[in-house]
């Protein structure tokens, strides 16, 4: 079950491990506060996860939803952890792990056929290689080589049924390209929350959901703190991860 320089590490407010490696991208906080933020149907319904990595948005979804969940990864080494977390979960009859390229994607699992989309895409466009990290799996993490923000929304638009939900994470310095690009691929913005390192910073992370050919009214969410004056976590984050 784990390879090489493989770990088993927990996630612990859902009681779920998840096979993770220091040489290829770990998730971040940014994925789990997404699988929190995105609104999913409780009982029946599809859902599709892109830019996947190691399957961790697909796990922790699959504690809120008994829908069937995909989650779509073009790294083979990243889709192979993720399709291995999901057998060791003995969650392989709700979670379905898909190695290709989410630019592709909709020929493949269909057109119109999901309730919700989310994505935590890279965050950099690509301005010059120097930039760009010296480790392939952080790159094309990081950095949009495989897929743009434009490539993501309009995918998004295509894989959602009309009044379909889509949930992204990105950065603030991003949110104007975010908003207008979904409204081009006619993803109405509906539920926005910005997320501070500390309380009196500048926001570091945005999450933003909108509705499949939705009418126009954008909720801004309270705001999410991610560390008290201590550097501890707030007892809002540590909900999110640990569920106290």
Do not use: W
Not at 189 to 199: D, E, G, N, T
Not at 218 to 237: H, S
């Amino acid at each position: 079950m784990i390879k090489g320089d493989e770990r088993l590490d927990y996630l612990l407010a859902e009681n779920l491990r998840i096979i993770q490696s220091p040489s290829v991208f770990s998730f971040s906080l940014d994925a789990v506060l997404l699988a929190k933020f995105a609104q999913v149907p409780i009982q029946k319904g599809n859902l599709i996860d892109l830019c996947t990595g190691n399957g961790v948005i697909p796990l922790l979804l699959s504690t809120r939803t008994k829908g069937k969940i995909v989650g779509v990864e073009i790294q083979e080494r990243l889709y192979d952890m993720a399709a291995r977390s999901v057998q060791y979960n003995k969650l392989s009859e709700q979670i379905n792990i898909i190695h290709g390229d989410i630019r592709e994607i909709s020929k493949q699992v269909g057109y119109s056929k999901f309730d919700v989309v989310s994505c935590n895409p890279p965050y950099f466009p690509i301005s010059s290689h120097d930039e760009v990290h010296k480790n392939e799996h952080f790159a094309i993490a990081r950095h949009e080589i495989y897929c743009t923000l434009e490539d993501v929304v309009r995918v998004s638009s295509q894989l959602l049924k009309q009044g379909g939900k889509a949930a992204f994470v990105h950065r603030p310095g991003r949110l104007i390209d975010i908003l207008a690009t979904m409204r081009q691929y006619r993803l109405e913005p509906k539920r926005l929350q910005f997320v501070y390192p500390k309380a009196g910073k500048e926001a570091n992370t945005i999450l933003v959901e909108g509705i499949k050919d939705g009418s126009p009214d954008l909720k801004i969410e309270p705001p999410l703190i991610v560390y008290n004056e201590n550097n501890e976590y707030t007892p809002e984050v540590r909900r999110i991860l640990y569920g106290e």
